[in-house]
Every structure is written in structure tokens, then in C-alpha cells.
């Protein structure tokens, strides 16, 4: 009788609006957070084993192998090692278990580009520099629809990037971020961070601006909030960043389809139309006629778009 009477009012509560509900996220986005997790796990797995390993070169004083260390060719180099019964078992269990975490971490991530070949988002983050498929489907799963934040400033509180307010009479100060949201969001917009800041001219004068005054690591964070700022615009507004470099953003759809591979594309585009597809689509380089993959220029096919007014 309690529980109905306490289940009657709390519906309403939220019927007049003076208890807020709480997103549930559906089925879809349920399992997008569960396969970005898994392989999160996977990462992680890989690189304790990898750490590991590391630490026995170390303990010897031995030389790595030629080459990357632990690559299948190198496993054996591994396992002729001159050490004890106990130390070559940890050293094969580490071998198995990167072998086990790259085994899934490959098939994780054939499902999540099947996956972000669906989405028209996608490629609405991946024109952000630091963004690629893993960080973009991550972005995805922890936001869900970008129309539960009426603004920016909402989905950087959510994500724990906000600065941390204190109020007190007539003082008022402000600290570091909050870390109360989201961690896979702050790790995934930090990450972005420190790529945007070393490739992309915007961003490499904002770290200029920010770094004598608040060091290396808070101009960091101080970016990785305002590229979430910029994934708010592009994911509410179906827009390019403001700051989009056409010949960036073409360099990363090219990449991008090529990931994706013909199955992946619509209707088996090629990796040319695609990228002038997607370029059309964020109305970003009506004039551009190439781009470069390495040594080679790569001739995209003419652009949809009206001719600019003059």
C-alpha cells in the first residue's frame, strides 16, 4: 500500500514538473556504451600485459627485440629468453593475453565501424580534429540525442568539464573542472585535445594563447572543453565546425573511407565520391579537386554545390 501510494505521487511530481525525470537511455544506445566499454577493457588488458613485459626488460637489464617488441614475429624472441620457470610462465601468460585482447579488440572494432557506417553522425565528429571513428562512436554512446542538452554549456557540465564555482557572500571563485560527469567523455576530449593542438593551425594558436598563463595541462583541458563546445554545434546544428580546414577534413573522410571499405560506403561509392559526398554534405570545399594520401593526390569528382554568390 506504501509503495503505491509513494509510486502515485512521484508520477505526479513529474506530471506538474517539480521532479525532473531521468533519461533512460534505450536499447540501441545501451548497447553502443556496452561494446565502446568492452573494448575500452580490451585496451586496457592490452596495455597492463604490455607494461608487464616492459618491466622484465627492465628487472634484466635486456635489450628489446628489432622491431615493434611485441609483435607475433617477436614472440619467440620472448620465450628463448635465459630466465627462470616462474618468469618465462608470467612472460607466455602476458603473450596469451595480448594475443586474447588484440584478437578482441579486432573484432570489437569491425562491429563498431559496421556500426558507424549506419550513422550519419560520424562523420559530423570526425571533421573535428583529434576525432576519429573510435573517439566519434565513444562520443556517441556516452551523449546519446544531443537534444537533451538545450545548450553547450549542458553537455560540458555532464561531462565534467565545467569549471568548479564557489560562491560566498560577496566572493566568488572559480577552480579547476568539476570531473563530475562522464570520464569517457573528459578522456576522449582531452585525447582530442592533445592531437588538435599539435595538427590543426586554430588549435595550435589557442595552446600559444593559453599555455604561458595556465601551463600545458590546464590549456589542454581548456581546449578539450571547447571542442566539446564545437561537437555540441556540429552534432545540434548538422553543420561544419567553424573552424573546419577543408583540406584537413577531406585528408580524415579519405581516411575514414577507407575504414569504412566499399561495403561499408553507400551504394559501394568510391573512396573519391565518398569524400566529395560527405564534403557537399558539411558544405566545406566546393573548390577543392584533390586530396593528398601520402605521396599521391587522389582527384575527387565535382562538387554538387551552387557556385558561391559573388
Excluded at 537511455?25 to 575500452?40: E, F, G, I, K, M
Excluded at 616492459?54 to 620472448?78: E, I, K
Excluded at 578482441?104 to 583529434?130: K, M, N
Excluded at 553507400?266 to 593528398?292: F, I, K, T
Amino acid at each position: 500500500m506504501t509503495d503505491n501510494i509513494a509510486a502515485l505521487t512521484l508520477a505526479r511530481l513529474h506530471a506538474v514538473g517539480l521532479l525532473p525525470s531521468v533519461w533512460v537511455p534505450p536499447t540501441d544506445v545501451r548497447d553502443h556504451r556496452a561494446l565502446v566499454a568492452q573494448r575500452t577493457k580490451m585496451v586496457r588488458l592490452a596495455t597492463q600485459a604490455k607494461n608487464r613485459l616492459h618491466a622484465v626488460l627492465h628487472r634484466y637489464h635486456l635489450a628489446p627485440p628489432d622491431g615493434a617488441p611485441f609483435a607475433a614475429a617477436n614472440h619467440a624472441w620472448w620465450r628463448q629468453l635465459d630466465l627462470s620457470l616462474a618468469e618465462q610462465a608470467r612472460i607466455q601468460c602476458d603473450l596469451d593475453t595480448l594475443s586474447f585482447a588484440k584478437t578482441q579488440i579486432a573484432r570489437l572494432e569491425e562491429t563498431l565501424t559496421a556500426l558507424a557506417a549506419l550513422d550519419e553522425r560520424v562523420v559530423l565528429l570526425i571533421q573535428l580534429p583529434g576525432v576519429g571513428l573510435i573517439t566519434a562512436l565513444t562520443l556517441l554512446a556516452a551523449i546519446g540525442d544531443i537534444a537533451r542538452f538545450p545548450a553547450a554549456k549542458h553537455l560540458v557540465g555532464y561531462a565534467g568539464l565545467g569549471s568548479r564555482v564557489h560562491d560566498s557572500g560577496l566572493t566568488r571563485r572559480t577552480g579547476g573542472i568539476t570531473k563530475a560527469g562522464r570520464r569517457d567523455i573528459r578522456a576522449a576530449m582531452v585525447e582530442a585535445a592533445q592531437t588538435a593542438s599539435r595538427v590543426h593551425p586554430h588549435w595550435q594558436a589557442e595552446l600559444a594563447r593559453l599555455e604561458p598563463r595556465l601551463g600545458r595541462n590546464k590549456a589542454i583541458v581548456a581546449i578539450a572543453r571547447k571542442l566539446l563546445v564545437a561537437v555540441w554545434h556540429v552534432l545540434t546544428e548538422e553543420t561544419a565546425d567553424r573552424f573546419a580546414a577543408p583540406e584537413l577534413v577531406a585528408r580524415k573522410l579519405l581516411a575514414h573511407a577507407e575504414r569504412l571499405g566499399r561495403a561499408h560506403r553507400p551504394a559501394g561509392q568510391s573512396r573519391a565520391a565518398y569524400v566529395r559526398a560527405q564534403l557537399d554534405r558539411l558544405h566545406l570545399g566546393r573548390e577543392l579537386e584533390a586530396v593528398s594520401r601520402g605521396q599521391r593526390m587522389i582527384a575527387l569528382p565535382p562538387s554538387s554545390l551552387a557556385p558561391a554568390s559573388a
